[in-house]
């Protein structure tokens, strides 16, 4: 009759449900919603334990874990799965930046650069139309349940990429340089029509000073720009929501291509 170690047993499911916590407890650094600093770090470490509690049955049954031999072999591991969920988390974060790096581009054509407000999800300041857009995605990123995908992909990335079997691929660095470099396009696309107006207005504003040099163009202007963008900036709400639509779907295709490069 073959004898059973129990020591050995337990030191491998300890190991293996403080891989699967620490993978876990990735996406409450940065990604949407699950990283911000509003929410309690209690909360967070809370969360993420009772996830691991409830995905570890499942993985363990699917996969035979080992602990590394030394305590360097496991640090390594350990920074390995960190950074799987560090991922997830930024391809999703980096999918909302571009809403506030279109803000910043809206609040200087509009006029209100010069006013910014404290933002409690991050802990900065943060331009005015750029904190109500992202409130806004942040607020429809939880109706449409996208909090619930970025839980799934992290269940996903254990069956693609097993603990302890990241693979580094060089590709990967490139293509998260694409997606940072994408947020400044897509930044510009949401903030085209309100400074496409601003700019038609500037010349119209230009031709008027022209004609009429007695009237302080200046005077005028300001609250000429306030009134536009405004304006503008309620007839683009119902076409903001559909565009957050396909910003998700590409944020989750992101995520799916990030777990295939470390999985390959």
Known sequence: MTEIDFYDVLQGQV????LVLTRMSGIFFISPFFGSMNVP???RAGAAVAMTIL???VI???QVVTAPETILMFTGTIAQELFV?????FVAFVALSAINMSGKIMDMQVGFSVANVMDPTSGQQAPLIGSFLYNLSVIYFLVVNGHHMIIAAVV???RRVPLDS???NPALANYVGDITAAVFLTGMKIAMPVTFA???TNVGMGILARTMPQMNIFVVGIPMHLMIGIFMLAMLLPFYVLFLDVMFNEMYSNISTAIRLISE
């Open 15 to 18: 190991a293996a449900f403080l």
């Open 41 to 43: 770090i209690q909360l």
């Open 55 to 57: 995905i570890f049955p």
């Open 60 to 62: 363990v049954s699917e």
């Open 85 to 89: 969920g560090w991922l997830i988390g």
């Open 156 to 158: 996903e990335s254990f």
């Open 166 to 168: 990241v693979v580094w």
């Open 198 to 200: 601003i700019l038609i």
